[in-house]
């Protein structure tokens, strides 16, 4: 599903998503533009457990907020610092 028809259908919900297609917009940056909805709620905590199992599972999801705009922008920081 489009992303812009998600944030029509879910306005003021956590959604969490999965089977994720983006555009890369720069190194660090990309523009989400569809992808399956596996969760609505709208209780944040309840989203991020769910998050959390599918994460456990290997799944690559993500989780949009409330106030997530109509251009849904990530940003992959790397991750810097001593490995143990």
């Known amino acids: ?23 890369k917009m720069s190194e660090t940056q990309s523009k989400i533009l569809e992808g399956t909805v596996l969760k609505i709620s709208d209780n944040g905590k309840e989203i991020r457990q769910v998050y959390q199992e599918y994460k456990h599972k290997g799944r690559e999801v993500l989780y949009s907020l409330p106030s997530t705009p109509e251009e849904f922008i990530v940003e992959n920081i790397p991750y810097k610092g001593i490995m143990r």
């Open 1 to 23: 599903m489009q992303w812009s028809e998600i944030r029509k259908q879910y306005p003021s919900k956590f959604v969490l998503l999965g089977e994720i297609v983006e555009e």
